[in-house]
């Protein structure tokens, strides 16, 4: 019975464990979510992938290094709920994207700026989350 006991706290505390690592990684605390920086820009590739969806997007930023973006969004299925779809941007689209920038702004492996997603103004025009210039990505 007592080594009954103590399996099942072994099994609780390591599924707890392991639980970590993944709230970890949904986090966006490396993520200024107190500005937001506009990128004008042409779409470069759009990932409609687990965990998160992302856009590169080569442009003009409102604030640092103009160039490439690789902009972090949330999960596909969250989209969904805020009214994306998996077709609503294609390379080569002219749009205007709103990021919180990472806090320490580092070059990325292949270049680019890293961001998190506010908002998009698409090429029609229409518009995707918050394109006010305010406000914290991801969980919108």
Do not use: C
């Not at 937001?36 to 590739?45: A, L, N, S, Y």
């Not at 680019?112 to 997603?117: H, I, P, R």
């Amino acid at each position: 019975m007592l080594v009954a006991k103590f399996t099942k706290l072994h099994v609780i505390a390591a599924l707890l464990l392991a639980a970590v690592p993944a709230l970890a990684h949904h986090s966006t605390a490396a993520f200024d979510n107190e500005k937001v920086v506009r990128i004008e820009g042409t779409v470069k590739q759009f990932r409609w992938t687990n965990p998160h969806a992302s856009i590169k997007v080569e442009g003009d930023a409102s604030e640092g290094p103009d160039g490439l973006w690789t902009v972090e969004m949330t999960a596909p299925n969250s989209l969904l709920l805020q009214g994306w779809k998996r077709t609503s941007i294609k390379d080569g689209d002219k749009v205007v994207i709103f990021v919180n920038p990472l806090k320490n702004a580092v070059t990325l492996n292949d270049g680019s700026q890293g961001g998190l997603y506010v908002g998009i103004v698409l090429a029609d025009g229409s518009t995707l989350g918050q394109t006010d210039g305010k406000g914290a990505g991801s969980a919108n």
